[in-house]
């Protein structure tokens, strides 16, 4: 048995590897198997959470499991259930499972982690399982207002077809809202049969004209039009042209759909007799009704005469082949072209109507398509003539008289004042003896159509109580026989009219609004609830639910005018601006100086600490202060927080000027350390004596103060006393490069130097690998002595104590394996020694220069020269590119393409796979002044000495101070996208535009917008530093009010709070416009637009593309989510994308997927991969032969194992090891 001993170690080895990459294989197929399957981003307070499911066969247990968001591990704690998911089982990942489990009744396993917050607009995220592997990792889609729920569970597709916002809540723990839409197709639903007819005087035997275009059918499927005229007649099709030959029918249209299921609808039409009327022949008609009405008439004998039009399409229509005529003939004949939804008015050249009594009819291509008629006339019921010139007729609710002319506006009826008591009601039009038009429909209102905006229920001294509505929809409503009830069913009554996008403001209601909570409810002239508001401690349902109270001088308004959750506590918020009847603007609590009541015996709340240093559920506290002249007994007053949390407060003696704090391990109120929380303190009878709102991200060790009746956030608690106030440095901001792979013994470059806080303050870093500092400068070179992975993390710090660190992982390398050429090492000798990056007159003079010190030439074949990260691309050294030894070597910019910025940049040499090997950094530079490396340090010289010794002539550094002019209380510029970049920097501007992509996809603090459809007037960079963004959607207009700023050369404007950025509209989304990349500059800078070519080059994160006319940078940056494993270099594409500017350099930025379309392969491509498949064939030929010999070397090897032992076997095996691998090498 002893002489087989190394034989069955062997052996043993063997089925060791072989066991573990079967383990790994197995154990990865199970841990594909969980995925995330809904996202609940929109939840407020410390609720956000995330739904996983388990789609495999097994079960798999989560122990170890991380999820992963914003660049960070967060470990799964579990609270709730079992930590081992059985195959088909849900599970919860909470932000805070206390709250959540509080708020909902949840049957599935409940795993508590921790986070900051989830964007609604997307981020990316992922799960980790317990070897720190992502089982999945992907950026979601918008979701809003409700939970993003995930169709497909076997489905891996991350975009919109995939991932759908719930319709109108969430599906916590249980399969999806979505998922079971797509198990079965829905019920079908039954067509809605409608339709129109020429207008004209009927008669029998005159042909009248029937269309059922307006006809509808939710599934789109109609297929059958039967036609019944009442008079033995019938006829099918969607259009059908009849003569009546009787003189009252019933005409019906039945409409049946592809499933059988049908409906009808018919009407009743009556006909005078005539034998002398002569019906002209009926020309040709559209297969749909025209959408063009008449809608206002103006005649005027004595002045100009007109008729407005309006189209009710969402298109434009063009008015050829329409014309306009009177009872003698035609009037007009107009040609313009008339906007989606809007007016048009046709100016009769001369005096056509007739004052007396008129019919005016409107045609297209000879077909009647509408008409009116006003004065007596034979056979038509019309309206009464006008009186004076301030009248004219208008279509509302059928033809009437207004006192109001509202010339290409929405008409507006005012009907003229008559002194008889008992006037006759005006009458409808109608055509012909007898006859009467179908009943037009009275107004319309939806529910939500106008909305409750804002109210003040405790105004300040010497104002009023007020209600102000506002109507969301587009058209405008009438408010005669509508009224408001408050809590105690008191009704006010409301009159008048509100336009669309306009505010109407109740003076006074009725009854009194209650200080400390009440119910607000709209009702409609018919009883219909159209909105309703609950504010305060007013229990009607929910109390967390409820919007804030707001005291004397604060009103309470909806964070977005017309915008609608059906939740009070997430649409309005307090504001310290009231804007009673006109557009909202925020201004919260914690940014609002407060004026606090310090009347006798007042209880405050004084101070709130959310995230104390160390353990919050220990350190958390409430704190409140009696700010009377008495003392005050407290016991049964009532703490509470946003969530349903209430303590009621036990024996307690308040002294005058003394505080009491509540810490949390008594109260068990857990406050928020971001998103909105509410504090407040209610009288036993649960009305509220104080309350305070935050939405601030809440830094560790950070309280909220009450300091001379304003809050403040403080970086010192001050439990128990008076509070101060110390203000908190902004945390250090890490930027920094480091290569990703190094070679042993080697020395690399790791740069922090881009790093920044926003106070300015001096930073100081730490470098650590191991634990053990390696480096204290903001730029480290360090040699690696160990082979494999290296964890290093870099700490960053403020000169006021702010800390901020991140940890990044390398790969260090035996430079024997290291992909290098022959000799690469030597480029490490060279050194940049010149570069001109401003020089006198064109900038395509600049040059670079590298010297050889070495008694060596110096091959630089394969290597690159580079400006800074992210501007030129890199110029590669061609084949056969040698610095002699000892000697320099110039590049100009005229063969290197890089162009280097006059402000801040760098010159760099990257290896093979653009590493930095060597790097010089600079910023400001002087025109005509060289840079040169001269005795071992970088100074700026006169004298230039392109491929020569440098000589230093000392240039005078001009100290140049830029200044920035503050206006006092600069002007509000209002501008248009196309002459915005014609204002100074540092101007406050206010400009609209549309928005192009959403904050989160191209950058967390900013987004696009850009100038209507059809106007190619570029676009601009909207930025916001606390990323606090109001909910919009791409295709949203919105006027935005900030100061111009510049960043990186792209000009943007720099806003600061939710109330700078107004939602207008929604025409849809923008148009993208295409372009040559030779045009892609200043003009197009912010534009939405697309481009056609062949991809020349394709990274990880970023590809080239070139159309011809020129070559640019496409970059995918990583809120987009865009995948570009299936583009290749040579594949043809068409890219839509923002155009955006960085030192000079313009890129394009898709916004997702979507936005990368590949439209084919270029012919080069194609014959390439021909002659690639060809010697592919040849390779594998030569692979089996091989694989053949490695195999009868390999039964040789066995058979010398079982007949030896020991150190010969192994020397054996090593020696043919070595022959096999050299022999494949040599292939």
Known sequence: MQQYRSTIRIAMFCFAICG???????????????????????????LEWIEIVNRGDEAIDLSGWKFWEAD????????SGTSTLQSGKYAIIAQDAEQLMEKYIISVSVFDSSWGTLSEGGERIGLKNNLGEFVEQFTYVVASDFSLERKGIMDDIYDETNWVEHPDSHTLGIANYWAGQIISDPEPSPPEAHFSYSIIPFATSTDVFFDASTSVDPDEDMILFQWNFGDSAQASGLTSTHKFSVVSSTVELLVSDATGLEHSTSSIFQFSHSTEIIPEPVPDVPTSTPSIILSEIYPNADGLEWVELYNSATSSVSLEGYTIADSVGEVAAPTSTIGPESFVVIELPQPKLNNDGDH????????????????????????????????????????????????????????RVVEDPDPPPASNPSSGSGASIPSIPVQTVAVGDVLINEFVSDPADNYDEFIELYNKSTKTIFLDGWWIEDGSETKTNVSGSIQAKNFLVVDTPKGKLNNSGDYIALFSERGVLIDDVTYGSWQNGELENNAPLASDPYSVARREDGKDS??????????????????????????????????????????VFPNPVGSDSDDEFIEIYNAGETTQQLEGFILGDASSRRYTIGQLVLEPGEYHAFSRSETHIALNNSGEEIVTIYTPEEQVVDSVVYTHKVLEGESFVLVDGVWKWSMESSKGKENIVVLADSIPHILFTAPLQVAKHREVIFDASDSFDDQGSALFFEWRLFDKTICTEDVCRYAF????????????????????????????????????????????DIFITEYVSD???????????????????????????????????????IENTVIPAESYLVFDREDTKIALNNTVDAVRILDEQKQVIQEVHYEDTQEAVSAILFEGEWKRSLVQTPGAENIWVPAIIQSEKKTIQKKQATALIYTTLDVVRHEDIGDRVSVRGIVSVLPGVLGGQFFYIVAPNGENSGGIQVYMYSKDFPAFSVGDRVEIQGELSEAYGEVRIKTKEQGDIQKIDHPGDPEVVLADIADIGELLEGQLVRISGEVTEVKSSYLYVDDGTEEIKVYMKRGAG???????????????????????????????????VKTGVAKTIIQDKQIESEAQKDKEVAEKYLTATAGGLTSLLFALLAKTHGSTAWRFVTKLTGSIYQLRKKR
Not at 21 to 36: C, G, K, N, P, T
Not at 588 to 602: I, K, P
Request: charged fraction near 20%.
């Open 566 to 607: 059906q939740i009070d506590a997430r649409d309005f918020t307090l504001t310290a601006t009231i804007t009673k009847g006109a557009k909202n603007i925020i201004s919260t609590l914690d940014t609002t100086e407060e004026v606090v009541d310090f009347d006798s015996g007042h209880i405050l709340l004084s101070e």
């Open 1122 to 1156: 865009i995948d570009l494993a299936g583009i290749t270099e040579g594949d043809l594409v068409n890219i839509s994308g923002i155009v955006s500017e960085k030192k000079g350099v313009f890129q394009l930025l898709p916004r997702g997927n979507f936005d990368v």
């Open 785 to 828: 002595n160990i082979i494999g992975e290296q964890k290093m993390t870099l700490i960053v710090r403020s000169d006021s104590g702010a800390v901020a660190q991140t940890t990044f992982s390398l790969t260090v390398e035996d430079p024997f394996f290291m992909l290098e050429t022959e000799d690469a090492g030597d480029i490490r």
């Open 20 to 46: 573990f990459f079967l383990y790994a294989l197995i154990a990865r197929s199970e841990f594909s198997s969980i995925v995330i399957t809904e996202i609940g981003a929109f939840e407020t307070g410390g």
């Open 839 to 877: 020089p006198e007159g064109s900038d395509t003079q600049e040059f670079i220069e590298l010297y050889n010190p070495t008694p060596n030439d110096i091959s630089l074949a394969g290597f690159y020269l580079d400006d800074m990260e992210g501007g030129s691309r890199p110029y590669k050294f």
């Open 72 to 79: 960070t591990n967060h470990g799964l704690n579990l609270i």
């Open 360 to 415: 005016v009819r409107l045609f297209f291509e000879g077909v009647l398509i509408d008409d009116m008629c006003y004065g007596s006339l034979d056979g038509l019921s019309c309206v009464e003539l006008l009186s004076t010139k301030e009248e004219s007729f208008i279509y509302h609710n059928g033809w009437n008289l207004t006192t109001v002319i509202t010339k290409e506006a929405e008409n507006i009826f005012v009907p």
